[in-house]
């Protein structure tokens, strides 16, 4: 393979041409990355704003926290909510020093550098289970990536350690109990697993899919590092957010979120139920499409092989089973947005694509997966 053509170079030329291109066109003001919205920068109480596009979106609340860590609550819809994930915005201050001026750039900067990174790391775990790595650009050119990157949300860096962690854990998945001189598997996985948790909380899906596989192979101290590593610094930082702002950040959302279901898919049933046929046709389309088909898929074959192989199933397994089986209760709030469901599957999209290589190296539920690369149009259409 020419070194030019690696995925991961495709997807910083694609990334590259692509923020440059949105730069331009929207008069050269890098504010266009963390997309402020006039009711939320007034700061003077977020709670009277209304949602929608002539308010910003997310990335404007990362910026206002990294622009001023102690004084952000009054811009921000949900404060407690957002500064749960406060990885981005913290190394976004920490590298600019507060300076306002270059908080956007830095936030592109690092979740580029975290997209591009963590597809070649990808291409190495697919070259691991001898597929190709080309399969890579499912991740790599998946659209809710490429739109947090323009965005500035965290997705690009929450998921990149992600795969960094997968990357550091190889060695340790079989028999973690023996790798005592692995400390990357032993401690840089989960310590990488702990950081993600605290650039979004979803992550924490890979954190319980490594437990409950150590745990059903009775590697019990394996499955309890990961679960403390993992789990001790997030849960810290909760009960801080809550003796400062008099609530947990754990939540299905900011303003306008909705609960997480009870009922099956009851999140997408509800946009024809709460909407319109039509709403449903094309926004549950997209949904049924890109989130609920693959995740059933998943369900069922990592489900098949952890019921049937028991103690000899792969870890991909329990990573494609836990980042599946949440897709059934995803909120409303959730599915009816596009931009919301493509930001909330990158773990989905990583899940399944390291399992079909694994399992179906060459078939169709691995080739199905550059289907998600096409999702890069809807970024392309909004700049």
């Not at 909760?238 to 400062?244: E, R």
């Given at each position: 393979?020419?070194?030019?053509?690696?995925?991961?170079?495709?997807?910083?030329?694609?990334?590259?041409?692509?923020?440059?291109?949105?730069?331009?066109?929207?008069?050269?003001?890098?504010?266009?990355?963390?997309?402020?919205?006039?009711?939320?920068?007034?700061?003077?109480?977020?709670?009277?704003?209304?949602?929608?596009?002539?308010?910003?979106?997310?990335?404007?609340?990362?910026?206002?926290?990294?622009?001023?860590?102690?004084?952000?609550?009054?811009?921000?819809?949900?404060?407690?909510?957002?500064?749960?994930?406060?990885?981005?915005?913290?190394?976004?201050?920490?590298?600019?020093?507060?300076?306002?001026?270059?908080?956007?750039?830095?936030?592109?900067?690092?979740?580029?550098?975290?997209?591009?990174?963590?597809?070649?790391?990808?291409?190495?775990?697919?070259?691991?289970?001898?597929?190709?790595?080309?399969?890579?650009?499912?991740?790599?050119?998946?659209?809710?990536?490429?739109?947090?990157?323009?965005?500035?949300?965290?997705?690009?860096?929450?998921?990149?350690?992600?795969?960094?962690?997968?990357?550091?854990?190889?060695?340790?998945?079989?028999?973690?109990?023996?790798?005592?001189?692995?400390?990357?598997?032993?401690?840089?996985?989960?310590?990488?697993?702990?950081?993600?948790?605290?650039?979004?909380?979803?992550?924490?899906?890979?954190?319980?899919?490594?437990?409950?596989?150590?745990?059903?192979?009775?590697?019990?101290?394996?499955?309890?590092?990961?679960?403390?590593?993992?789990?001790?610094?997030?849960?810290?930082?909760?009960?801080?957010?809550?003796?400062?702002?008099g609530t947990f950040g754990v939540g299905s959302g900011?303003?306008?979120?909705?609960?997480?279901?009870?009922?099956?898919?009851?999140?997408?049933?509800?946009?024809?139920?709460?909407?319109?046929?039509?709403?449903?046709?094309?926004?549950?389309?997209?949904?049924?499409?890109?989130?609920?088909?693959?995740?059933?898929?998943?369900?069922?074959?990592?489900?098949?092989?952890?019921?049937?192989?028991?103690?000899?199933?792969?870890?991909?397994?329990?990573?494609?089973?836990?980042?599946?089986?949440?897709?059934?209760?995803?909120?409303?709030?959730?599915?009816?947005?596009?931009?919301?469901?493509?930001?909330?599957?990158?773990?989905?999209?990583?899940?399944?694509?390291?399992?079909?290589?694994?399992?179906?190296?060459?078939?169709?539920?691995?080739?199905?997966?550059?289907?998600?690369?096409?999702?890069?149009?809807?970024?392309?259409?909004?700049?």
């Amino acid at each position: 393979m020419s070194a030019a053509r690696r995925p991961h170079r495709i997807v910083l030329l694609v990334c590259a041409a692509y923020l440059l291109y949105t730069l331009l066109t929207q008069g050269s003001d890098t504010r266009v990355f963390v997309t402020l919205g006039p009711c939320f920068a007034a700061c003077s109480g977020a709670a009277e704003c209304s949602i929608g596009p002539e308010n910003g979106y997310d990335g404007q609340f990362a910026y206002y926290i990294a622009r001023d860590p102690q004084n952000a609550a009054p811009c921000i819809d949900a404060p407690a909510y957002r500064y749960q994930r406060i990885l981005l915005p913290i190394v976004g201050r920490i590298l600019t020093l507060g300076f306002a001026p270059l908080i956007p750039l830095v936030f592109v900067a690092l979740n580029l550098l975290a997209l591009v990174g963590s597809t070649a790391l990808l291409e190495r775990l697919l070259v691991a289970q001898k597929a190709s790595p080309y399969y890579a650009l499912a991740y790599g050119l998946f659209g809710g990536l490429v739109i947090a990157v323009r965005l500035s949300t965290p997705e690009p860096l929450a998921y990149g350690l992600v795969l960094l962690a997968l990357w550091w854990g190889q060695k340790s998945w079989a028999a973690p109990d023996e790798q005592r001189d692995d400390w990357r598997g032993r401690w840089g996985m989960p310590a990488a697993l702990a950081l993600a948790a605290l650039a979004k909380e979803t992550t924490l899906i890979f954190a319980a899919a490594f437990a409950l596989y150590y745990a059903a192979g009775r590697h019990w101290g394996a499955a309890l590092r990961v679960l403390l590593i993992t789990g001790l610094p997030f849960a810290l930082w909760q009960l801080y957010l809550y003796s400062w702002l008099g609530t947990f950040g754990v939540g299905s959302g900011g303003a306008g979120g909705t609960p997480f279901e009870i009922i099956p898919f009851n999140g997408l049933w509800r946009i024809w139920t709460e909407g319109s046929f039509g709403a449903f046709v094309l926004l549950g389309g997209v949904a049924l499409l890109v989130a609920a088909l693959p995740a059933l898929w998943g369900l069922v074959a990592s489900a098949r092989e952890i019921v049937g192989a028991r103690l000899h199933t792969h870890v991909y397994a329990y990573l494609l089973f836990a980042n599946a089986a949440v897709m059934l209760f995803v909120p409303f709030s959730t599915y009816r947005e596009p931009l919301g469901i493509l930001r909330f599957i990158p773990g989905l999209v990583i899940a399944h694509v390291l399992y079909a290589a694994l399992r179906f190296r060459g078939r169709r539920p691995l080739r199905y997966s550059l289907l998600w690369a096409i999702t890069l149009l809807l970024p392309l259409a909004l700049r």
